[in-house]
């Protein structure tokens, strides 16, 4: 999907991520609720999916509809992470592409992702970017380059269908997992952003996320349902 990485995070959400922010405790992450989504940004890359909060038994959630489209919602602020950080949230999906070619171009679509961006120096183009995803098929834990950048890394958290309409829970070690993907430890996340897209594969995709936050311990074993 050449919009959501070489023109996303090469021209436009790096470019945005490049100017001055300041620094955040991670209390300060926003919710998926009524008082703080006017903190998400959106930026539409191929169309637009539909980003809405529903209620699920008196609980707000944020719900994604993408219909052959690519945008996603981003939250820009710099925030000092170490060795006990970890990146907390929900996700659940309604169904996979089982035959989409995740690692090329024309199978760059997924249900859900969780975007972390870093960066080694003070250019967009020396941003990298971490995507967690549910892969449509490859196995979980399995790690590629986006078939539009080498600053992308993809990790596989949930694969395939056995889970659908399930929630799953992740508790991940944000300098641990970066230090994985990009073999450098970094001590300061630049942003953090969600999409569900299906422009490739003219598709729909209809997912949900929740819960997402930052804490100094795992608040879940990572990957268990609920």
Do not use: C
Request: proline letters at 4%; zero cysteines.
């Amino acid at each position: 999907m050449y919009n959501i990485y070489s023109a996303v995070y090469a021209i436009t959400l790096i470019s945005a991520l490049a100017l001055p922010t300041a620094l955040a405790s991670p209390a300060q992450l926003p919710q998926f609720d009524s008082r703080s989504m006017s903190q998400w940004q959106k930026e539409s890359f191929a169309g637009e999916t539909h980003y809405s909060l529903v209620t699920e038994t008196d609980n707000q959630i944020l719900e994604a509809r993408s219909d052959s489209s690519a945008s996603g919602l981003y939250y820009k602020k710099d925030i000092s992470i170490d060795s006990t950080t970890y990146l907390n949230w929900r996700w659940k999906i309604s169904k996979t592409l089982p035959t989409a070619a995740e690692t090329t171009k024309a199978g760059d679509d997924f249900p859900v992702r969780v975007y972390i961006v870093v960066s080694d120096g003070p250019f967009f183009w020396q941003k990298r970017t971490l995507v967690y995803v549910w892969s449509n098929n490859q196995p979980v834990d399995s790690r590629w380059l986006n078939p539009f950048t080498d600053r992308a890394t993809m990790w596989a958290l949930n694969s395939g269908s056995n889970q659908t309409g399930q929630w799953v829970q992740h508790s991940r070690n944000l300098q641990q997992d970066l230090n994985t993907a990009f073999n450098k430890t970094y001590t300061q996340i630049q942003a953090v952003a969600i999409m569900t897209d299906s422009d490739n594969s003219g598709t729909r995709f209809l997912s949900w996320y929740d819960d997402l936050s930052l804490s100094d311990a795992p608040l879940a074993a990572d990957s268990e349902s609920r």
